[in-house]
T-cell receptor, first 111, second 115 residues
Framework: QKEVEQNSGPLSVPEGAIASLNCTYS??????FFWYRQYSGKSPELIMF????GDKEDGRFTAQLNKASQYVSLLIRDSQPSDSATYLC???????????FGRGTSLIVHP | GAGVSQSPRYKVAKRGQDVALRCDPI?????LFWYQQALGQGPEFLTY????????KSGLPSDRFFAERPEGSVSTLKIQRTQQEDSAVYLC?????????????FGPGTRLTVT
């Protein structure tokens, strides 16, 4: 069992809809959580980070962290075709300084 | 400001050749990470530096892989006697690591193809 799990998808949503991406992690002591967007052939780009339980909003993006249930989510409101990419979840597991990545979820936003 | 840069962006090596991949982190960033990313997978950790000290090299797949950061800035990942299974994208990331925030930023990567 991987320490950071994501459904590989693809997740397909229509333009204008809300895309919901989920990530679970194994270590209850984890403190820092990140979402990266990776376009095909490009490197990961940091889009959100969250350190406390609850929601954090930035523009069309909302990160949700639930430490009791050990999951972190990314919501993308008013999805656009330009949001089509792979979304990587990264977690700094308890006792580590090093982010561990999930395999990523492919998101397709169709017009 | 300038982001993380890596060179070369693409490298084709014949099996058995040695290669050296360079990373220039964001100025002032204390921590530097190397990752390997295979197609369809997330980045896999290789090694981690804090300034010039290599604090963790547990992800290096074999003793053919070697990394250094002698002055605490630029880092080089060297792969000796390359094998076909070394073909991947090698990503470098840096992190400021001052205070409680731990955001990490990636460079564009080096795509290595071993023929």
């Amino acid at each position: 069992q991987k320490e950071v799990e994501q459904n590989s998808g693809p997740l397909s949503v229509p333009e204008g809809a809300i895309a919901s991406l989920n990530c679970t992690y194994s270590d209850r002591g984890s403190q820092s959580f990140f979402w990266y967007r990776q376009y095909s052939g490009k490197s990961p780009e940091l889009i959100m980070f969250i350190y406390s339980n609850g929601d954090k909003e930035d523009g069309r993006f909302t990160a949700q962290l639930n430490k009791a249930s050990q999951y972190v989510s990314l919501l993308i409101r008013d999805s656009q075709p330009s949001d089509s990419a792979t979304y990587l979840c990264a977690v700094i597991l308890g006792g580590s300084y090093i982010p561990t990545f999930g395999r990523g979820t492919s998101l397709i936003v169709h017009p | 400001g300038a982001g993380v840069s890596q060179s070369p962006r693409y490298k084709v090596a014949k099996r058995g050749q040695d290669v050296a991949l360079r990373c220039d982190p964001i100025s002032g960033h204390v921590s530097l990470f190397w990752y390997q990313q295979a197609l369809g997978q997330g980045p896999e950790f290789l090694t981690y530096f804090q300034n010039e000290a290599q604090l963790d090299k547990s992800g290096l797949p074999s003793d053919r892989f070697f990394a250094e950061r002698p002055e605490g800035s630029v880092s080089t990942l060297k792969i000796q006697r390359t094998q076909q299974e070394d073909s991947a994208v090698y990503l470098c990331a840096s992190r400021e690591d001052r205070g409680r925030f731990h955001e990490q930023y990636f460079g564009p990567g080096t795509r290595l193809t071993v023929t």
